[in-house]
């Protein structure tokens, strides 16, 4: 679903079932930029942030917080945690294709 | 013991029981406050040393002490949990939701059945609950696999620490995150997974995996490239950011019975009662008595009352509890009726060391809890409900209490749904109580639902163990001298504060004069004292009135409720008690001054009074009555009609 908007911007995606397959992604492949959700199994979204903005390597890729997780606290949470935006569920694609390519070009 | 068989009781058992009890008490409570600090810590690999240590020990006491009086059932409840707490303690288990969940009951049950015992009463069983602690104990990680496993074997099992390092290449090989974590499964029960930077910049998986299989069983991990080693052993307790845990040692504690600490109170009363007069006469000595000697027996009767109010204040300190213990004691209540509604609640306390006089928890303990059952079963929504509205799917519950001079706040407040006054005002019209108004401010709505028999719930919910209703909670308050505010907004949340007095045996007073007869008015119920000329009166549907702060304020003249014969004077003074709307005038003939007075319930039924709380002796030796006030606002408000 998120996954078809990379073939419409010839950004090539993939994906993580969970928090640790996230960070697993990370290490075997060059990633630009992140899409995650708050709520996953094994490790939560803000422990993925945290562990990323902790480490050199992983500082400076953008991440966009993209979750059903509406409240303020949560939001303001991921942003001083590290995440670059903040978009929540149900969305609007293009919104999110817009995002994800002004942080891309930017970077 | 000479003799352990239960059926055989004398006076010695007897006694030995009352401090089974006390001390179980004292145990229950080291416990619940434990469990709440252990509720943040479920899922966590290194769980504090120290609170598990204390669990396990109170425990291990409680399983003890419960054989001695033969309560078997209380022996075998304490003993599987303290099973539980050994696995915890050695990390063979991980402290899962399900596991909290289990100790929580378990522990909860455990009261239960001491007081069944205490009451005479049935005892409930516990297999169910010793049940699901058996299956905790060995099951804390989901998708562990089925077979089972003695809980024996498991305290021997060894912790392994495997290192896993993802590529590429392992990955188009299947091995990845998940396949290594679902093998490990396999293997033993998985204590932790977490990714970790290595020096060189590349990222790893940590896992630590508790199991009874040897080497072997690992060494094919090592073709796949993982590494293990046995696991490092559990650090010592971890520094926590919060204060730590304050556990009573039963050690140092000295238990004393209320009535002993009501009977010293006694005294230091009778002795402020002496130290009056002695002041009354020291007065009366003046004009006699050479001016330097005069002085000197002036210092020394004021150093006494410095003496006294420090003797006083050391009693009172022996009374007081701190509240924190009452509002744990909430937080599971509140634990297990969100688990039956199937609401999510976070409980948030503060000011839990605020003390109070251990005679008024006593008697709040059951209005306070009324006040948060109805917050959670009415006040808070359910999780859909909150989330239509936009709201966090989890309500909030806080729970506070502050000192305010010589009063203790608590404060009791929902983020719900509030109180619907329309629904009120509905319900109290068809009970004929309403006149027709159809707004009604926050003050007249709590007048409202605190009329006795009032209620906006259905039969069906009321019987849902509620034994009290908001009459209760407020005739309570208003009997310990105390005064309860309520403030709703719809969709946003309740409310209510409850403002007590620290300590009930010695209060400020007023000393008024009604027709030559002396009444003590406690200060803390009195809002404002004004003088009022009697031409400025008015009389209304039979009501005399004043107006006050631009409202009207009925007078409620103490003559005439006592029936004394009076003679109107040109000006009399009013007393203001009650809050805004609700506020009653009391008409007094003079205020003669303000008083330490020491409260004396009045037992005999032939000289109680309605309107009368007590009676106290001021230094002359003359009895002065202590007025009710709630009790006469509450005459003041049913006589307006």
Known sequence: ?107 | MDNPNPDNRGEFFDQFLDDYYAECDEHLVSIRRSLVALEDEINTATLDRTLLDNLFRSFHTLKGISGMVGLSAAEQLAHHLESYLRELREGTVLLSNSGFQALVSGVSLLESVINARRNDQPIPSIDETVERLQTVSSDSIPGKTSEPQASESEVNATRWLIEFTPTAELAERGVNVNSVRSRLQEIGQLIQAKPVVKAAGGIAFEFIVATNADKSALVDLETDGLTFKPAPVESAPRAKDNQPVATIAPASVVRVDLDRLDELMRIIGELVISRTRLEDQLTELKRVTPPGLWRSLQETSLSMSRQLRDLRESVMRVRMVQIGEIFERMTFVVRDLARESGKKIIVQLSGGETEIDKFLVERMMDPLMHLVRNAVSHGLETIAEREAQGKRSEGLLSLSATTAGEMIVIKIADDGRGINRRLVLDRARARGLNQGSTEIDDAALLDLIATPGFSTRDEADRESGRGVGMDVVKKATEELGGRIALATKLGEGTTFTIELPLTLAIAEALIVSVNGQRFAVPQSAVREVMEVESASTKVLENNEIISYRGKVLPLLRLARVFEMNYQRGEKFHVLVIGEDTNAVGLAVDRIIGQREIVMRAIKDPLAQSRGIAGATELGDQRVVLILDVGALRQLAVTSQH
């Open chain 1, 1 to 107: 679903m998120i996954t078809s908007l990379g073939s419409l911007r010839k950004v090539k995606s993939t994906q993580a079932g969970s928090g640790l397959e996230a960070i697993e992604r990370l290490a075997i492949e060059p990633v630009d930029l992140i899409v995650l959700d708050l709520n996953m199994p094994d490790m939560h979204g803000m422990e993925v942030i945290d562990f990323m903005r902790k480490h050199q390597a992983y500082r400076n890729i953008p991440i966009v917080v993209l979750t059903t997780k509406g409240e303020e606290s949560s939001r303001t949470q991921a942003l001083a945690a590290g995440a670059n935006r903040y978009l929540t569920k149900p969305f609007d694609p293009r919104q999110l294709a817009d995002v994800v390519g002004s942080l891309l070009n930017a970077s």
